[in-house]
Structures are given as structure tokens and as C-alpha cells.
């Protein structure tokens, strides 16, 4: 269509104006929000029984050899900062993809029992059939995908509406948590801390074979749910919408579920179901970057640095050594609370 | 331009599961009028236009654009050429009317591709042939019925598609709103060519505004014609199940649909509606 009339030239200004004014918000965000968490990392790597000073940090991670710091930072620390960076980055960018897809910020992965999936296998695999490693992580990857389906398939009724999905998710969830607590008192030998890996999420003893899988899968999967982000964007104006301005809806949402579910799965393989990550962060970036275009990478970067300083505060600032899951899950619940709460005086159906 | 564009639909059988909305439905959609569709509630208008622009696959026969079945096209190629704003459309939280507009180019953007100043001045376009450049910063949700709804149509001009379905662009908006969405749609199909189809729910307003008025019912076409050809007290009796009376409208000339309820007229209708 040519248009008749060309637009003036000053709308067509502000109309740029605007849009980069919208986007340097977005990536000024997007840079606060990585300095932090580049921060945080490195503080996670500093702090400990024994403090190391910045530089030694550093070389440990630039692969350099220093005396104790190589053992302590390299061997201990740099698993655990990792495997807090990677599960963050995985539990915000999943959470806020399903936000964003089901247009409902209930309808996060840890809220609709598809990380508890992923946890009730993953320590179902390691008690009862003793596995390890991968076999872990397949079993988590396939049990996630599995409550996804099955919740998808119980709430569909000519098209999913999102009430009945997020309501069926809590359901299949708390009984997936059921099944981990029962699995867990099977298991004798096990001490206290190990087990609240499984209930709430924990970093404790994280090693390079447990993280590897999830830290993959992050980088295979994370660029793919990244090249939809334009068409799930797209989504949130609703399915019709989406697919008048040539989406393809059923494609985009396939996509969007299997890459979601996959670095949730195996990120939940290696440190658990961490509360509330998925649930928070897509909401609290929401709220920095405003409403100016696809929170996927805020989304992620703020769950990296939820479990970062989670993790640090959950060890260093308290009385007794606490796991990163419990921290957040004191974070999480009040919202949980207050988001049902508003929904119901909004006159919500929930 | 659009005149050499056409939409057809061809032995179009429409169905969800079980349910069939459409049988065998032919249709053809004058290049560079505007073409309206009544009906009576669920008969099958939102699920017509749904088709035409692919949004459902058609059980049997096809939807033809230049001659080409449209779900066989590419999505991208095909929202390029021709535009739908559905019945309902959502407006995320919080987005500006300029964010949202800008959203219809969707189509003219890849992956990695980057905003042009084409996207710019149709955006532009799109916002001053609403007269909706004073809101552009403005958040969607706080504005009025008539406002979101120019905003809505902004969106799908920035598509800038030759051909633009509409689902009931109207309905909730009162009278002065309805008019004015209507005098735009006027505006830009005879400014720039665009193929107008659009369900509307008062017939008076869409014998005035349509060029070619198509009257659904059974999942079948009733009439199709001028409004004067199309709109008549036997067809409004047919398709909706009204006793009335069709006269002149002394401001347009086009037919005037005068409903007889058994209330309140000199000759009652004998039966209520649908009765
Ligand atoms: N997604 C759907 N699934 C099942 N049935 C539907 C769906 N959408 C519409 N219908 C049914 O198809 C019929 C036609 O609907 P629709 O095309 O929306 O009617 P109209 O727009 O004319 O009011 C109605 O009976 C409606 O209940
Ligand atoms: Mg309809």
C-alpha cells in the first residue's frame, strides 16, 4: 500500500524518538542488571570461610594457579557461582516465557508444578533407581515435559483458558511435592540439608558434572527461546492478533514450551526446584524495564541475581547456614499471597 | 495497488470439532470497496473472517487471495497484504499506544532485523490517519472506548496490508464513536484504495457505510448485493427472525431499518422476535 499522503516529517521524528528513548531504557536496564550479577558472581567467588581478594579471584577464574585460592575458588566456589548463574539465568528466562505465552503471571513453571516435576523425578532417579549425572538429568528433562503435556492436555477445552491451567498446575504440583517428600523419608542416610535441595532448591555442593548438563542446555536452548522473543511479544496481544501479523501461533507456543521446559528441567537436575525464581523474576523485571518490549534477558538476568545474592545471603548473613531455596521461598510466598489477593478484588475469576 | 488484489472463498466449510459453522459458503469480495457482513449472534461472521485470514483452516474448500489459497501462503507474506483486527484483541499491561501501533510491523520484520524509518513513518501514518499522535505515549489502558479503538486500527494500518477484515470495530462504542471508527474506515478506502470487509452489528450503519453488504445466516449466505438489493424487510425477517420495516434514510438515501417489536408501534409485530 502506498500511503497517499506521506506523514509529516516531525511525527515520524517523535515516533523515533519515542521508540529509541523506549529501547535505551530497556538496554540501560539490561546493562545495570548484568554489572550486577557480574558482581554478585564475583563476590560469591570472594567470600567464604576464607576471604580472597579480588585479583586472586580473578586469576583463579583466568586459569591461572595460586596457592589455595586454586583449590578453594576453582574447585569449590566457581562450580557453586556457576551453577547459581546458570540456574538463575534458566529459572527467570523460563518463567517469564510461560508468563508472557499464558499472559498471567501465575502461570510461572514453579507455580504450575512443572519444576516440581522436574524435582520429584530427579530425586526419584537418585533414591529408588540410584542414577547419576545425565540419566538425572534425562529423567528430569522427560518428567517436566510429561506434567507440561498433561497439564496442557486437562485444561484444554477448545483453546486453554488460563485460570483452569494455572489451577490444574497447582494441583499436579503439590502432588508432585508429595511424591518428593515421600521419596526423601524413604531415603535414611540422607542428612537434612541434601533433602532441602529437593524440597525448596539448594546450591550446596555443586560440582562441574552436575552443572555441565545444565550450563548445555542453557546455551543450546537460551538462543532459540531468545529468537522468539519477537513472536511471543507478539503473542501477548492474544492468538488472533498474533496471527494476523503472521505468527505462527501453535509453532511459536511448541517452541517457546520445549525450550522453556528444557533449561528448567535440567537446571532443576542439578540444584532443585529453587523457589519462586521463575515466578519472580519476570514480575520484578516487568516493573524496572516498564513496558518497553521483551523481558526475556531482564527476566533472566534478574533471576541470576535473585539466586546470587539469595545464595550469599542464605550463607553469610544469618545465624545458621541456609539454603538458597529458603530464601527465596520467604521472598516468593508474600507475592504469591498478595498477586491472588489483588487477582480476586480485580473481581478475577482465580 | 489494491484494486488488483481479490479475496474469494470458495465451497468454504468451516467447522470446530464437530460443530459445523460454515457449509459451503462462496464469496467475493469487491477489490477497493468496503464490504460489510451481518448476521444474527453465532452464526458464524467472527468464525468467516477468522478463515479468511487463515486463522483457521478451512474442513473443505478454500479462501483465494489473487487466486492463491491463503493457507498456503507464507504467515508473513500473507499479514503483508491483508489484515485482521479480531472481535477481541488484548492489550498487554502497561504498553503505550506507540509500542502497541508499532507492533504491526510485525510482518516486515525478521529476527535480527532492525527498525527502519519505513517502520517509523508507517507508524506515523498510521497514528495521524487515526488522529491518534497525541497519544502515542500515552498507556492503552487508560484510554476511552473510542480512543482504544482508534489505537486498534492504528495498529493494523501500520501493517499496511491492501486489504483489512475487521471483527464488529464498533460495537461498545456509542453512537458519535461509532460514526467516527466508520468515517475513518470511509477515509481510508477512498484515499488509498484498502479493501474494507467488516462485521458490523447495526445494519443501519452498515447499509450506509458498505458498498456491498453481505447477510449471513445458517452458515450460509442469505443476500449479497447493494445494501438497497440486500437490506429488506423479508431479508431482516429471514436472517434475524424481525418483523420491520425497511424505508429511505432522507440523509444517505440508503435503506432504513425500522424494527417492529410487539411494543410501541402502530402495527405490532405478530410474533417476538425469533419466536
Ligand atoms: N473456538 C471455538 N470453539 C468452538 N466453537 C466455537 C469457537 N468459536 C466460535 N464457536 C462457535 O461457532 C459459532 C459461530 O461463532 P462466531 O463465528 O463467533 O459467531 P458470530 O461472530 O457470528 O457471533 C458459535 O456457535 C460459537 O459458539
Ligand atoms: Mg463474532
Redo the contacts with the bound molecule.
Keep these: 500500500m502506498t500511503a497517499v499522503v506521506p506523514p509529516p516529517a516531525a511525527t515520524v521524528d517523535a515516533v523515533a524518538r519515542n521508540r529509541v528513548r523506549r529501547s535505551v531504557r530497556r538496554r540501560l536496564v539490561i546493562t545495570v542488571l548484568a554489572v550486577l550479577v557480574a558482581a554478585a558472581f564475583v563476590v560469591t567467588l570472594m567470600v567464604g570461610r576464607t576471604f580472597y581478594p579480588l585479583d586472586e579471584v580473578v586469576r583463579v577464574v583466568l586459569g591461572e594457579r595460586v596457592p589455595g585460592a586454586s583449590f578453594t575458588v576453582g574447585r569449590l566456589r566457581l562450580p557453586r557461582g556457576v551453577l547459581a548463574l546458570v540456574a538463575g539465568l534458566a529459572f527467570g528466562l523460563a518463567g517469564v516465557t510461560f508468563q508472557t505465552m499464558l499472559r498471567n503471571p501465575l502461570a510461572s513453571p514453579d507455580v504450575i508444578g512443572i519444576t516440581s516435576g522436574a524435582g520429584a523425578a530427579a530425586v526419584f532417579g537418585i533414591v529408588i533407581l540410584s542414577l547419576g549425572g545425565t540419566a538425572v538429568s534425562t529423567v528430569a528433562v522427560a518428567a517436566a515435559l510429561g506434567v507440561a503435556l498433561v497439564i496442557y492436555l486437562l485444561s484444554f477445552r ?2 486453554v483458558a488460563g485460570t483452569r491451567l494455572i489451577l490444574i498446575g497447582i494441583g499436579v504440583g503439590a502432588m508432585l511435592n508429595s511424591v518428593t517428600s515421600y521419596v526423601l523419608t524413604r531415603a535414611g542416610q540422607w542428612d537434612y540439608q541434601e533433602a532441602l535441595r529437593w524440597l525448596t532448591g539448594s546450591l550446596n555442593g555443586a560440582t562441574w558434572e552436575a552443572v555441565a548438563p545444565a550450563l548445555v542446555a542453557l546455551l543450546v536452548l537460551g538462543p532459540v527461546l531468545l529468537g522468539q522473543s519477537r513472536n511471543l511479544s507478539a503473542l501477548q496481544l492474544g492468538d488472533d492478533t498474533a496471527a494476523a501479523l503472521g505468527v505462527r501461533v501453535e509453532r511459536t507456543r511448541l517452541i517457546a514450551i520445549v525450550c522453556a521446559v528444557g533449561v528448567i528441567a535440567f537446571a532443576t537436575a542439578a540444584c532443585g526446584p529453587i523457589a519462586f525464581v521463575s515466578f519472580l523474576a519476570g514480575p520484578i523485571a516487568a516493573r524496572i524495564v516498564g513496558p518497553n518490549g521483551s523481558l526475556l534477558v531482564p527476566a533472566a538476568l534478574v533471576g541470576a541475581l535473585l539466586v546470587l545474592v539469595a545464595d550469599l545471603v542464605g550463607q553469610f548473613a544469618l545465624d545458621t547456614r541456609y539454603p538458597v531455596g529458603v530464601i527465596t521461598g520467604v521472598l516468593g510466598a508474600p507475592y504469591l499471597i498478595y498477586l491472588i489477593i489483588r487477582t480476586n478484588r480485580a473481581g478475577g475469576s482465580l | 495497488m489494491t484494486a488488483t488484489h481479490s479475496l474469494a472463498a470458495e465451497e468454504l466449510t468451516l467447522a ?2 464437530e ?1 459445523l ?1 460454515i457449509e459451503g459458503l462462496d464469496l467475493v469480495v469487491p477489490a477497493g470497496s468496503i464490504t460489510a457482513i451481518v ?1 444474527a ?7 468467516l473472517l477468522r478463515s479468511m485470514s487463515r486463522l483457521l483452516s478451512p474442513r473443505a474448500g478454500r479462501v483465494l487471495l489473487d487466486g492463491k489459497a491463503v493457507h498456503r501462503m507464507p504467515a508473513k507474506e500473507l499479514a503483508r497484504t491483508l489484515g485482521l483486527l479480531p472481535q477481541s484483541p488484548i492489550a498487554p499491561e502497561g504498553i503505550t499506544v506507540a509500542d502497541l501501533v508499532g507492533r504491526g510491523r510485525h510482518p516486515y520484520q525478521g529476527v535480527f532485523s532492525r527498525w527502519s524509518r519505513e517502520d517509523d513513518a508507517a507508524v506515523a501514518a498510521a497514528l495521524e490517519a487515526t488522529q491518534t499522535t497525541t497519544l502515542a505515549d500515552r498507556a492503552v489502558d487508560e484510554l476511552s472506548g473510542g480512543q482504544r479503538q482508534r489505537v486498534w486500527i492504528a495498529m493494523a494500518l501500520a501493517q499496511q496490508t491492501d486489504l483489512l477484515l475487521l471483527d464488529e470495530p464498533t460495537t461498545f462504542l456509542d453512537v458519535a464513536h461509532q460514526v467516527e471508527v466508520l468515517d475513518l474506515l470511509t477515509d481510508l478506502n477512498r484515499t488509498r484504495g484498502t479493501t474494507i470487509v467488516m ?1 458490523l452489528h447495526d445494519l443501519n450503519l452498515a447499509a450506509r457505510y458498505a458498498d456491498h453488504l453481505v447477510a449471513l445466516a445458517a452458515g450460509q449466505i442469505h443476500a449479497a448485493g447493494t445494501p438497497a438489493q440486500v437490506l429488506t424487510e423479508d431479508c431482516v425477517r429471514a436472517v434475524f427472525g424481525l418483523d420491520s420495516r425497511v424505508i429511505e434514510d432522507p440523509t444517505s438515501g440508503a435503506p432504513l431499518m425500522l424494527p417492529l417489536g410487539r411494543h410501541h408501534v402502530d402495527t405490532p409485530a405478530e410474533v417476538s422476535p425469533r419466536g
Excluded: F, H, I, P
Design positions: 477448545g483453546g | 470446530y470439532g460443530r459453522v448476521g449472534n453465532a452464526c458464524g461472521k467472527s468464525t462485521v
